[in-house]
T-cell receptor, first 111, second 115 residues
Framework: GDSVTQMEGPVTLSEEAFLTINCTYT??????LFWYVQYPGEGLQLLLK?????DKGSNKGFEATYRKETTSFHLEKGSVQVSDSAVYFC??????????FGPGTRLSVLP | DAGVIQSPRHEVTEMGQEVTLRCKPI?????LFWYRQTMMRGLELLIY????????DSGMPEDRFSAKMPNASFSTLKIQPSEPRDSAVYFC?????????????FGPGTRLTVL
């Protein structure tokens, strides 16, 4: 079956540092890929998505590119802020019917 | 759009009691999902519905758990009897794949504590 693997962390960075959270997947066909973010005490929110190979999703300074050849969807941000501290989930779906989530990566950004 | 609505936001109960969690999906969405989140097991899919019909309930942990969706705007997740190991945050989510968007939208969650 489909699966998502991501670095579990926790990841601790200083403000303005560069962020990379790795995500790789195993799936048949061409799933849509997502990054969700969960702030403390809240539900998951969509951060960005990509629906086909070589697409780049971007939002709030975060970016991720759908790499079919390496089955990856790594999340990057050039300069993190304290307010980016949260748990980040990589996920995939075929046609939005069933989702497969990674285990989540906790990010802490220190001032 | 009010988003996915869950109630209650917090529930504290004693072992053996019945617990009912409620969810109102985004209007027009035809898929509804129930998840459980714990520190130990992460985010687990319990069950999901399409057009009010349960499609996959393989994630429901045991017979103490049951879920219903009597209409397109309401779903419940019931635990009877509850046990301390059921303590977790339960999320409801909805989506509308047929509408051209495959994004899943989550509610704020219900934090359940079973004493």
């Amino acid at each position: 079956g489909d699966s998502v693997t991501q670095m579990e962390g926790p990841v601790t960075l200083s403000e303005e540092a560069f962020l990379t959270i790795n995500c790789t997947y195993t799936a048949t066909g061409y799933p849509s890929l997502f990054w969700y973010v969960q702030y403390p005490g809240e539900g998951l929110q969509l951060l960005l998505k990509a629906t086909k190979a070589d697409d780049k999703g971007s939002n709030k300074g975060f970016e991720a590119t759908y790499r079919k050849e390496t089955t990856s969807f790594h999340l990057e941000k050039g300069s993190v802020q304290v307010s980016d501290s949260a748990v980040y989930f990589c996920a995939l779906t075929h046609y939005g019917q069933n989702f497969v989530f990674g285990p989540g990566t906790r990010l802490s950004v220190l001032p | 759009d009010a988003g996915v609505i869950q109630s209650p936001r917090h529930e504290v109960t004693e072992m053996g009691q019945e617990v009912t969690l409620r969810c109102k999906p985004i209007s027009g969405h035809d898929y509804l999902f129930w998840y459980r989140q714990t520190m130990m097991r992460g985010l687990e899919l319990l069950i999901y519905f399409n057009n009010n019909v349960p499609i996959d309930d393989s994630g429901m942990p045991e017979d103490r758990f049951s879920a219903k969706m009597p209409n397109a705007s309401f779903s419940t997740l019931k635990i009877q009897p509850s046990e301390p190991r059921d303590s977790a945050v339960y999320f409801c989510a909805s989506s509308l794949p047929a509408g051209g968007t495959d994004t899943q939208y989550f509610g704020p969650g219900t934090r359940l504590t079973v004493l």
